[in-house]
């Protein structure tokens, strides 16, 4: 069985730091990616890794603050989460393909298989 699961959540001040964790478990994937939904927003495309770390995608919103890594022998994908603002607010979820994504389907939410279940962050003013 095929499953994600998320941690590192929580409530933290403007300034702070998070990292996020993603378990994958049942596959091995080639391209893993973080996405967030704010209350009242669609869900916005975060970061992306493709094959065994390489290649990685940011957000316009997220670059230089935020860092996708992964580490393959634990089957598990990172977002470390720096200087966070309080428009970064949102459930952060992961997502997983075993594809080997190209060009601008990296961005995209439909283009990934699985997904875990989400995880609130909160970032306070």
């Known amino acids: 069985q095929v499953q994600l699961v998320e941690s590192g959540g929580g409530l933290v001040q403007a300034g702070g730091s998070l990292r996020l964790s993603c378990a994958a478990s049942?596959?091995?994937?080639?391209?893993y990616a973080w996405f967030r939904q704010a209350p009242g927003k669609e869900r916005e495309f975060v970061a992306a890794i493709r094959g065994s770390g390489g290649i990685k995608y940011y957000a316009d919103s997220v670059k230089g603050r935020f860092t996708i890594s992964r580490d393959n022998a634990k089957n598990t994908v990172y977002l470390q989460m720096n200087s966070l603002k309080p428009d970064d607010t949102a459930v952060y979820s992961c997502a997983a393909t075993p594809q080997f994504l190209y060009g601008g389907s990296v961005y995209l939410g439909n283009t990934y298989n699985y997904w875990g279940q989400g995880t609130q962050v909160t970032v306070s003013s």
């Open positions: 049942g596959h091995t994937f080639s391209t």
